[in-house]
């Protein structure tokens, strides 16, 4: 799949630059071609000789290299490879990424590719948990850049933890998917994501803490897959991925509207926390307190059940319909009595009880309930979780 492929290869500086010569010959060996570039760092780690050896090509290392500039300015540079590689990607070049800088060479080849990037982190645990790297992460990952790993284990610093670079051949096979057609292409699904908005007047209403965090990322992964990605999202806090049809709703029957006008689709996710009620007697101007101490009585109407009509379709149902569940107890007893009640196909349970930090936060431990039982993951990042939904719908609609 790499054979002929250009690579740019981003090398920074970090201790896990040493295993990007060992990347260099794996990639050339299923025949791409690698131009290295190194940052200034990067040559604390590594020489320019036996990078350029081993790629059998010129490295790059200055941004204001007359010879350089002539033979093969830096726009071209970044733009005459198939696929942009950062290994290992810093958290400083993380940061410069995130922030559009552009103040040396692999920022500025960064900035200027209209290629695909993929990256692949590696630092001291601490850094990789810095909320300003995972700030980043999360932009980086709505501007559309791949990531591989980190891994978790020893490192060089003798920490232990989440930060360590993937290994070369985890990376040549990101970058196989990176540059493939992907196995969801011509397939079009459609996602829901984070929560409803029901108005109590036309300034306040109810809603729930989703934050959107998971259906956004099962989106990015969806259409990285190379799917034809329709998202329709509540107001979430997180902005919707690049590459997908975003449809932005505010209450459960826009959602439901916006679905149906979507259909058909080859798989629908649900991962929407659509709120079950809605305020019957909304009132049409700000409600206001009139000193007598009386509130007023809010009375609830129920709102439609996307999930159960769209899996209880009789013609033009998706060939797959996944639910979420998000439950506080009795998880995976709760998620199978849901699964059966909607008639989906799948049902991805987690537990958000408020000590599992998972709403909101940057983890999920789910469980996917499906005729075959239920398959019980670890815990994992959100951008993990949904690779591995993707992957997995990628091989039921196969
Ligand atoms: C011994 C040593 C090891 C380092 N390893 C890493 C690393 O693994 N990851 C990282 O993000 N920074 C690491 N750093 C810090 C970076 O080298 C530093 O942030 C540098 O500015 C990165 O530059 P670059 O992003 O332009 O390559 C290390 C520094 C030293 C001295």
């Given at each position: 799949?790499?054979a002929?492929?250009?690579?740019?290869?981003?090398?920074?500086?970090?201790?896990?630059?040493?295993?990007?010569?060992?990347?260099?010959?794996?990639?050339?060996?299923?025949?791409?071609?690698?131009?290295?570039?190194?940052?200034?760092?990067?040559?604390?780690?590594?020489?320019?000789?036996?990078?350029?050896?081993?790629?059998?090509?010129?490295?790059?290392?200055?941004?204001?290299?007359l010879?350089?500039?002539?033979?093969?300015?830096?726009i071209?540079?970044?733009?005459?490879?198939?696929?942009?590689?950062?290994?290992?990607?810093?958290?400083?070049?993380?940061g410069?990424?995130?922030?559009?800088?552009?103040?040396?060479?692999?920022?500025?080849?960064?900035?200027?590719?209209?290629?695909?990037?993929?990256?692949?982190?590696a630092?001291?645990?601490?850094?990789?948990?810095?909320?300003?790297?995972?700030?980043?992460?999360?932009t980086?990952?709505?501007?559309?850049?791949?990531?591989?790993g980190?891994?978790?284990?020893?490192?060089?610093?003798?920490?232990?933890?989440?930060?360590?670079?993937?290994?070369?051949?985890?990376?040549?096979?990101a970058?196989?998917?990176?540059?493939?057609?992907?196995?969801?292409?011509?397939?079009?699904?459609?996602?829901?994501?984070?929560?409803?908005?029901?108005?109590?007047d036309?300034?306040?209403?109810?809603?729930?803490?989703?934050?959107?965090?998971?259906?956004?990322?099962?989106?990015?992964?969806?259409?990285?897959?190379?799917?034809?990605?329709?998202?329709?999202?509540?107001?979430?806090?997180?902005?919707?991925?690049?590459?997908?049809?975003?449809?932005?709703?505010?209450?459960?029957?826009?959602?439901?509207?916006?679905?149906?006008?979507a259909?058909?689709?080859?798989?629908?996710?649900?991962?929407?926390?659509?709120?079950?009620?809605?305020?019957?007697?909304?009132?049409?101007?700000k409600?206001?307190?009139?000193?007598?101490?009386?509130?007023?009585a809010?009375?609830?109407?129920?709102?439609?059940?996307?999930?159960?009509?769209?899996?209880?379709?009789?013609?033009?149902r998706p060939?797959?319909v996944?639910?979420?569940?998000?439950?506080?107890?009795d998880?995976?007893?709760?998620?199978?009595?849901?699964?059966?009640?909607?008639?989906?196909?799948?049902?991805?349970?987690?537990?958000?009880?408020?000590?599992?930090?998972?709403m909101?936060?940057?983890?999920?431990?789910?469980?996917?309930?499906?005729?075959?039982?239920?398959?019980?993951?670890?815990?994992?990042?959100?951008?993990?979780?949904?690779?591995?939904i993707a992957?997995?719908?990628?091989?039921?609609?196969?």
């Amino acid at each position: 799949m790499l054979a002929g492929k250009r690579i740019l290869l981003i090398v920074g500086g970090g201790i896990a630059a040493f295993k990007s010569l060992d990347l260099i010959r794996r990639l050339r060996e299923r025949g791409a071609t690698v131009t290295p570039v190194l940052t200034r760092s990067a040559e604390e780690f590594v020489t320019p000789l036996s990078t350029s050896a081993l790629a059998g090509q010129k490295v790059y290392r200055d941004l204001f290299d007359l010879t350089d500039e002539a033979e093969m300015g830096h726009i071209e540079l970044s733009r005459a490879a198939d696929l942009v590689v950062v290994a290992p990607a810093t958290a400083d070049l993380m940061g410069k990424m995130a922030g559009g800088l552009a103040n040396d060479l692999a920022s500025t080849l960064l900035m200027a590719t209209d290629k695909r990037v993929l990256i692949a982190p590696a630092m001291n645990v601490r850094m990789w948990e810095h909320p300003a790297t995972q700030r980043n992460l999360a932009t980086l990952h709505g501007d559309g850049i791949l990531t591989v790993g980190p891994d978790v284990g020893d490192m060089a610093c003798g920490e232990h933890g989440p930060g360590r670079m993937s290994e070369p051949l985890e990376i040549v096979a990101a970058a196989e998917a990176a540059l493939a057609d992907g196995p969801l292409k011509g397939k079009h699904v459609l996602v829901t994501s984070g929560p409803t908005h029901e108005p109590i007047d036309p300034v306040r209403y109810i809603a729930n803490r989703s934050s959107g965090a998971q259906g956004t990322a099962i989106a990015r992964s969806l259409a990285a897959l190379g799917a034809d990605v329709t998202f329709v999202t509540g107001p979430a806090d997180v902005a919707p991925p690049l590459g997908v049809k975003v449809v932005a709703v505010q209450t459960a029957r826009e959602m439901k509207e916006a679905v149906d006008a979507a259909l058909p689709a080859d798989a629908a996710v649900f991962a929407a926390a659509v709120a079950d009620w809605r305020v019957e007697n909304a009132s049409g101007s700000k409600m206001k307190k009139d000193g007598s101490g009386n509130a007023p009585a809010l009375s609830f109407a129920e709102n439609p059940d996307i999930l159960a009509g769209v899996s209880q379709m009789t013609a033009g149902r998706p060939k797959l319909v996944v639910g979420f569940a998000a439950e506080t107890d009795d998880v995976e007893a709760n998620a199978t009595a849901k699964r059966a009640r909607k008639g989906c196909d799948w049902i991805v349970a987690n537990d958000v009880s408020p000590e599992t930090g998972i709403m909101g936060g940057s983890e999920n431990a789910v469980t996917i309930i499906s005729d075959a039982g239920a398959d019980v993951w670890p815990r994992l990042n959100k951008e993990q979780v949904a690779m591995k939904i993707a992957a997995k719908i990628a091989e039921a609609l196969a």
